[in-house]
């Protein structure tokens, strides 16, 4: 049995910036189901991944496989009602679109492929991966696996700004490897709303065992996207906070989704579905409010096997797997499966952008009277990073445990 290695790889590094909204992308209900899978599986810890990427990874395994392994894989990521093929034209569509690379924002996706020497290709498939990932093709040798891992490894990190590092390792590749699929997903982007480092400070934040940490906390006052909703409960702890954030451009944006102090984030989070992203994102308001929220960190290496099979996809992780259309020979592609589906993610929120504040709206600190709706993070929240076009949910995760980066210079007691 043959081996194959699925790798998507994604990176994400938010440096201060601004709000944004939300719409309707097929592969949204897909994600959301994602993320519960990866909150039963994940107790109290931060979570963090880019629906993005599984997506493509997953696009690229589909373009490969037959059978059952090709239904399941449209059923389940939401492609059933879709004619044969049009996904892969849809994800290259969303691939372009997001795409950019501006002075306000950067958003690279890049795949590639890593075959085995020697092992004959379906033509097709790699022209149809070209086609719709430009992906790039590489022959290597994996039973050489600590060469390959390392080249793989400087692949993902010259591809996202060298933030994820050791993505895989010498025990991942054997002599029985075939293909490996690497994606990488990286974006930066600088507020449109900046947080003034000297409005930051040390702060308490309440995890939901009860215990405190010692966090930074940012503060502005600002224009943001805002609006306060109900779980269906009648209590007043049923109500929460939507706060949507755009970054600089406006066409990407990160929502928070805060509940009441004393709520638990985990009461909140079995009521989110993909409708109800949309409802946020449609009926937010422009308005001014005064946001405290942490700097954080967040970062996490994924493998996707477990999640994947609960949600449906379960035949191309096993000797079933029909991968014909990879490989030249239908003989050898029978013997294809998928072995590791691994992705690494990683995301960093703090008060300024990479391109610096200029020309972005500051808005002074007053301490008067709370005259605006006051978005408290110091307890644990959901957050997506989106895009406000396509809808594209980039990253999806949650903040249980912020973990401060360096203490920024300057001194706390000012006012
Ligand atoms: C992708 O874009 C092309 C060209 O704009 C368009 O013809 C096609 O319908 C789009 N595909 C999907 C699935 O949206
Ligand atoms: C990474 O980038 C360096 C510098 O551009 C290049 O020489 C090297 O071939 C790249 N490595 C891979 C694996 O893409």
């Known amino acids: 049995m043959f081996v194959l290695g699925l790798l998507p790889l994604l990176l994400l590094r938010v440096c201060c910036s601004r709000a944004a909204d939300i719409s309707g992308d097929v592969t949204t209900e897909f994600s959301v189901r994602l993320y519960h899978q990866l909150q039963a599986a994940g107790g109290e810890d931060n979570i963090i991944f880019s629906p993005l990427s599984v997506s493509l990874a997953l696009g690229m395994v589909e373009l490969g496989a037959r059978g059952s392994s090709l239904q399941e894989i449209r059923e389940a990521v939401g492609y059933s009602h879709f004619r044969q093929d049009e996904e892969f034209s849809l994800l290259r569509n969303l691939t372009q679109t997001l795409s950019v690379d501006e002075a306000q924002y950067v958003v690279r996706l890049a795949n590639s492929l ?23 093709v590489e022959t290597v040798d994996f039973s050489e696996s600590a060469a390959v891992a390392e080249h793989i490894n400087t692949w993902v990190e010259n591809h996202t700004d060298s933030k994820i590092h050791s993505l895989v390792s010498a025990d991942d590749f054997s002599s029985v490897t075939r293909i490996a699929l690497v994606n990488a997903v990286y974006f930066r982007g600088s507020w449109k709303n900046q947080f003034r480092p000297e409005n930051t400070r040390t702060f308490s934040f309440s995890k939901d065992d009860g215990s405190e940490v010692q966090t930074l906390m940012m503060y502005q006052q600002g224009e943001f996207y805002y609006g306060e909703f109900s779980d269906g409960t009648s209590e007043a702890g049923g109500v929460y906070q939507v706060l949507e954030m755009p970054y600089e451009g406006e066409e990407m944006s990160m929502m928070i989704v805060l509940p009441r102090q004393e709520v638990p984030l985990a009461t909140l989070e079995p009521i989110i579905k993909a409708p109800l992203l949309e409802d946020w994102a449609n009926n937010v308001k422009r308005q001014k409010v005064e946001v405290y929220l942490p700097r954080f960190k967040v970062e996490q290496k994924i493998d996707l096997r477990e999640s994947l099979k609960e949600l449906g996809i379960k035949n191309i992780f096993t000797k079933d797997a029909d991968l014909s259309a990879m490989t030249a020979e239908m003989s050898e592609g029978k013997d294809l499966f998928i072995g590791r589906a691994v992705q690494k993610a990683y995301l960093e929120v703090t008060e300024e952008g990479a391109e610096g504040a200029a020309g972005s709206g500051m808005i002074a600190l007053t301490r008067t009277l709370v005259l605006y709706p006051q978005v408290m993070a110091d307890h644990p929240f959901f957050f997506i990073i989106r895009n406000r076009k396509t809808g594209s949910i980039l990253f999806m995760g949650r903040v249980m445990n912020p973990e401060v980066i360096e203490p920024i210079d300057h001194d706390f007691d000012s006012v």
Do not use: P, S, T, W
């Open 114 to 136: 890593f075959l085995q020497n020697g092992v004959h290709f379906n033509k097709d498939f790699l022209r149809l991966m070209k086609k719709y990932f430009k992906a790039e």
